[in-house]
């Protein structure tokens, strides 16, 4: 009988393909919690777990005695320690193109949101003395402003579609296009970063995270006085002081961030008093509609990589994991 772990809280439809599953003879272990120690007290027994944002360490993948594979729900594995489940020949699995949609609308949310100065329009109108405030003429548009976006993978083309429907002059940075083959259509490659921030208005981030911040300093010093940032990707990709400083010169307008170093931040976020930075709890991929298809593609992904049916491309160490 196969065993099938999941930690975490999933999708009413999630939950039904769960029942369903039991009534089939899969033994299921469903968990709603989210912390590494509820998954890590249940996972000795698990042929596959399907797991949401926590982390998963050397010390817990220790544990699993027969776990055959991880599925991710979602696309990112930051958290996951793939050092020791290659290993131990565990497979990781993730989804696919699940949330590109969802987080490209929310990053454009952000830069209008961010461009309008919704969060000081809406206070102006709920406190008292504070409706002058539209006399000083800080909303900007951003229709023929010039948008750079940084990592040109799914997510970055949605916006660029997007975008494109606002009228914006638009660039992307990619070094891994740039050398594997830069796509079809309008959207130009940017060679260098720092000529692309002088050039960017309005800046969107989509691009890995590496072992160090993309932007730090020297590339906010590079940057057009008054851009606007969004960034959808992970925490670490920009340096969290050197931002806040920025913002609080206003060599950057404004900025909409969905994440941070620390998820959630210790002691509240670094961003929390700027009234120019629009903050939400790393929900860019987490619409209903996405929520749904993450739920169901990470069960079937772990039940599909057991009985050998898995999109092989769905599997992040596929080399390095037992058949």
């Known amino acids: 009988m196969v065993r099938l772990l999941v930690a975490g809280k999933l999708h009413p439809s999630g939950e039904a393909r769960l029942q369903a599953l039991a009534q089939e003879g899969v033994e299921v272990d469903y968990v709603e919690e989210v912390s590494e120690p509820s998954c890590a007290a249940r996972i000795a027994g698990a042929d596959a777990l399907v797991i949401r944002t926590q982390p998963l ?3 817990t993948i220790a544990r699993a005695e027969r776990l055959r594979v991880v599925s991710r729900h979602g ?4 958290s996951v320690d793939l050092d020791a489940l290659n290993a131990r020949g565990i497979a990781l699995a993730v989804c696919g193109d699940v949330n590109s949609v969802s987080v490209a609308e929310h990053a454009m949310m952000q830069l209008l949101a961010a461009a309008k100065r919704a969060l000081k329009g809406d206070a102006a109108v709920r406190g008292p003395g504070e409706w002058s405030w539209r006399n000083r003429l800080e909303p900007r548009e951003i229709s023929g402003r010039n948008l750079l976006i940084l990592g040109y993978g799914r997510i970055g083309r949605h916006v660029a579609r997007m975008a494109g429907g606002f009228g914006m002059e638009i660039r992307a940075y990619d070094p891994f296009l740039a050398r594997a083959g830069w796509p079809e259509g309008p959207v130009a490659p940017v060679d260098d970063l720092q000529e692309g921030l002088g050039w960017a208005e309005f800046l969107t981030i989509h691009i890995p995270r590496g072992d160090r911040p993309l932007l730090g300093a020297g590339e906010f010093a590079a940057m057009r006085p008054g851009i606007v940032i969004s960034n959808t990707a992970r925490g670490g990709i920009v340096c969290e002081e050197a931002l806040a400083a920025a ?6 307008s404004a900025a909409g961030l ?3 170093d620390d998820e959630p931040p210790a002691g509240g976020s670094p961003f929390a008093g ?8 790393h ?3 987490l619409t209903y509609e996405c929520s749904e298809r993450m739920a169901l593609a990470s069960i079937e992904n772990a039940l599909r990589y057991l009985d050998g049916t898995i999109d092989p491309a769905l599997v992040v160490n596929r080399a390095r994991a037992s058949a």
């Open 258 to 260: 969905d994440v941070f």
């Open 247 to 252: 913002l609080a010169s206003g060599h950057v």
């Open 57 to 59: 360490s050397a010390a």
């Open 283 to 285: 929900v860019a991929g």
């Open 274 to 281: 700027c009234r120019t930075a629009i903050l939400s709890p």
């Open 75 to 78: 696309v990112g594995y930051d």
